[in-house]
């Protein structure tokens, strides 16, 4: 049953913020019947730009779609897409979907490769062959010169060597939706990536990753919704949805001990630097 879509609590500051959005699913059927009133929230919210991921080739071509179609009109928001097929999904994938892979991240407002990875808590794909497509695909991420959008559930450690086995990333990535504790959190940064933070951290059960997001460097630190998903605290149990991301940073801002115009001045400007963004 999808969540009831309802307009975002504001935070009294959200609105003069200039935050951006680097990771949600705009393309989901959720977002249909009020997408055009779903932006002006997230506008009203300090929310000034929104990374579209794709999971799949559909989603992708969907993501890359919405983006143009944002490009070429007024629209309140700048969307930016990405193409990738999730590891949920890579046991559709041929190889001759790579070249269609290859033309659509070719797209003028694609901005990362992604999203990509391993997930062994809900294996729809068999480990194996997660394992072979994720190599296959960071190997096509680096030939296009795109930053890396990483899923990693329950698999952080062959993540890892998959990521070091490829070798130099020069363009980058950024570890999504992380939910590890303070050690992975070392090891990502370590191999140069971002670490990007979703309404997980105002969970009640999520203190290890709280920990670890009080030691991660503001300047290695993203914002995502990961719409529309994993709603946070005080909007659970509704649709998540972009304008929710002010409570995001909120709550880094309190592990922080620091403002929340620190916090989105500082993830505003690494989303810029890492995906390149103008």
Do not use: W
């Not at 983006?67 to 999904?89: N, R, W, Y």
């Not at 130099?168 to 939706?177: F, I, N, T």
């Not at 059960?205 to 630190?221: G, H, K, N």
């Amino acid at each position: 049953m999808t969540a009831q879509a309802r307009p975002a609590p504001l935070l009294p500051e959200s609105s003069s913020l200039s935050l951006i959005d680097t990771h949600c699913h705009l393309d989901f059927p959720d977002y249909q019947a009020d997408y055009a009133a779903m932006l002006a929230r997230a506008r009203g919210s300090g929310v000034v730009e929104i990374i579209t991921v794709g999971i799949d080739l559909p989603t992708s071509r969907t993501a890359v779609a919405l983006a143009q179609a944002a490009a070429e009109s007024e629209s309140i928001l700048k969307i930016h897409a990405t193409v990738g097929v999730h590891p949920h999904h890579v046991n559709e994938l041929v190889e001759d979907d790579y070249l269609r892979l290859r033309e659509l991240a070719s797209a003028p407002r694609v901005v990362a490769y992604g999203e990509i990875g391993l997930d062994y808590a809900k294996e729809y794909s068999p480990a194996p062959l997660q394992r072979h497509h994720f190599a296959a695909q960071v190997r096509l991420a680096r030939e296009l010169g795109l930053p890396l959008i990483i899923h990693d559930r329950e698999a952080h450690e062959d993540t890892l060597a998959i990521l070091k086995e490829a070798g130099p990333l020069p363009a980058g990535g950024v570890m999504h939706c992380f939910s590890g504790d303070a050690a992975l959190a070392e090891e990502v940064l370590a191999m140069g990536f971002y670490i990007s933070i979703a309404g997980v951290v105002t969970f009640k059960t999520a203190a290890t990753l709280r920990e670890a997001v009080s030691r991660v460097p503001l300047d290695r630190l993203l914002l995502e919704t990961d719409g529309p998903f994993l709603a946070p605290v005080p909007c659970r149990g509704k649709r998540n949805e972009p304008a929710f991301l002010t409570f995001i940073a909120a709550k880094i801002a309190e592990l922080k001990g620091c403002s929340l115009a620190e916090v989105t001045a500082a993830t505003t400007a690494n989303a810029r630097r890492l995906f390149r963004l103008t």
